[in-house]
């Protein structure tokens, strides 16, 4: 896409030139008149590309429906205000995301989420994801640059039911990145931070309470140049608690709580929503103190029923 923007860009003003040679010759009025801005009798020819593009933008709009709006970010009390299981830690960790709903019933989330790593290095990545009516992963794109591979990007990663590809192209040569998966038990993402990723775990497991449920969390590092990317599966068991109430984003929630334990991690507590979507994931504090550390829901605002998809 971005070579076709500079070859359109090329084109137009190699073009652009043209006539204003011409318009030189013929009168240097004119030639005055275009520079100042005013507009030609005859306006140039539109280039078609960018018309195609609108056009697949207006159609993709009319065809899914604006369901919710929302913020995660993530609170601690440990390790001044950082989190995350290697170094550099994650610091001042905002999710902004907007929920669509697909004619087919599905969703798409649009987001961009924002944090400092290492302290004071401000980031800004954009992500999409994509799930099935039932909340189920199916695609995950996320414009986070690798480390070791920094003209590679962005990541793209494909969810099936037992299975995860991964890749990340690259103009270098060599530099592409590629991860193919297989699993056992329903997967998804613990680091990098994916709050729909772990709300899809959530939705797969059975909701008997006090029944739990193996599940295979995925721990990404990125050791060094020779090796950028190494995933760390691990696995676990969910939970299910049953239904508890409370209160996030200035509202009350019904919501669905689990606990996650898996080794090397400290003990997990999760709440999702009846919808489907993340409200809380903490490490609860000592005998009922407030939590040492969350990701949790900061900002909610429904247009429509996330359950109901597209039905009106």
Known sequence: ?????????????????????????VACALLSAGASGTRSETPPPRASMPAAQKTRVGAQASERRKLAEGEYAI?????????????????????????????????????????????????RERFRVELTRNWALVRIADNARLRWRPDAGPLACEFEVAALHCASKSKAPGQAVKLDLTFDHPFGFLWPISAFSLASIAKAVERTPGEATPVQVITVEEPGPSNPIYPLVLTGNLQYR????????GRRWEANEFDLEVPFHPK?????????????LMVPGPRGEKPIAELKLTRYRQFASPAAGLER
């Open 268 to 280: 997990f507590r999760l709440l999702t929503a009846p919808e489907g979507f993340l409200l809380d």
């Open 75 to 123: 609170v601690t009390r440990m390790n001044e205000g950082g989190f995350g299981p290697f170094n550099p830690m994650v610091y001042d960790f905002r999710e902004t995301w907007t929920l669509w709903g697909r004619p087919d019933g599905g969703y798409e989330v649009e987001g961009e989420r924002t944090y400092e790593s290492p302290k004071y290095e401000r980031r």
């Open 242 to 249: 049953g239904s508890a109430e409370t209160e996030l984003a």
């Open 1 to 25: 896409m971005a070579n076709g923007r500079v070859r359109g860009r090329v084109a137009w003003e190699a073009w652009f030139r043209r006539i204003s040679a011409a318009l030189l010759a």
